[in-house]
């Protein structure tokens, strides 16, 4: 069955930091292209940012709002990707899913998603 | 920043059809593809490169992408389709971009 499995969700402080992990099964995790998304509660989806396959060269983008301040990586030994989230702040507060792209390419669409894992920023 | 508007809401009976716009400059220029949410479940894709139906997504919904505007249309609404939908797009400066999402209600 193909699956994404988040985990490590939880509260933390303001300023603090939190690693997320997604656990992949059901599908050649080494060549898939993922991404985190984020959604607030009661709001929309927004992404967070992407990594490639480590064929295709292994590069993370990021939006604009976590740029310097959240890293994606993989394990791909593991089947697992990574997000690295520091200098949280309480807009940081959201659900996080992590999901796959189909074609692996910038325009991608996601056709995985996980069920997600909630963060809360607060003090 | 690359920007994509949607209806906040909009609302079909049954049977009928439900259309959803999603706007942005030049996005026909883009590949445009389409999720489903309902509530407390994670996003399903439903359109992906502007027309084309994941495997598993009923017939009743197509897709369209024409100037400044893409539509995700649901022929023959059923109560089952009620749900968020929000369209996505890829922009090579703001990366990628949702749509502020539309509630469809089937009434």
């Known amino acids: 069955e193909v699956q994404l499995v988040e985990s490590g969700g939880g509260l933390v402080k303001p300023g603090g930091s939190l690693r997320l992990s997604c656990a992949a099964s059901g599908f050649t995790f080494s060549n898939a292209w993922m991404s985190w998304v984020r959604q607030a509660p009661g709001k929309g989806l927004e992404w967070v940012g992407r990594?490639?396959?480590?064929?295709?060269?292994?590069?993370?983008d990021y939006a604009a709002p976590v740029k310097g301040r959240f890293t994606i990586s993989r394990d791909d030994s593991k089947n697992t990707l990574y997000l690295q989230m520091n200098s949280l702040k309480t807009e940081d507060t959201a659900v996080y899913y992590c999901t796959r792209g189909i074609f692996a390419v910038v325009n991608d669409a996601f056709d995985i998603w996980g069920q997600g894992t909630m963060v809360t920023v607060s003090s | 920043s690359y920007e994509l508007t949607q209806p906040p809401s909009v609302s079909v009976s049954p049977g009928q059809t439900a259309s959803i716009t999603c706007s942005g400059d030049k996005l026909r220029d883009k590949y445009v593809c389409w999720y489903q949410q309902k509530p407390g479940q994670s996003p399903v894709l439903v359109m992906y490169q502007d027309d084309k139906r994941p495997s598993g997504i009923p017939e009743r919904f197509s897709g369209s992408n024409s100037g400044d505007t893409a539509t995700l249309t649901i022929s023959g609404t059923q109560a089952m389709d009620e749900a968020d939908y929000y369209c996505q797009a890829w922009d090579s400066s703001t990366g990628v971009v949702f749509g502020g999402g539309t509630k469809l209600t089937v009434l």
């Open positions: 990594i490639e396959s480590k064929t295709d060269g292994g590069t993370a």
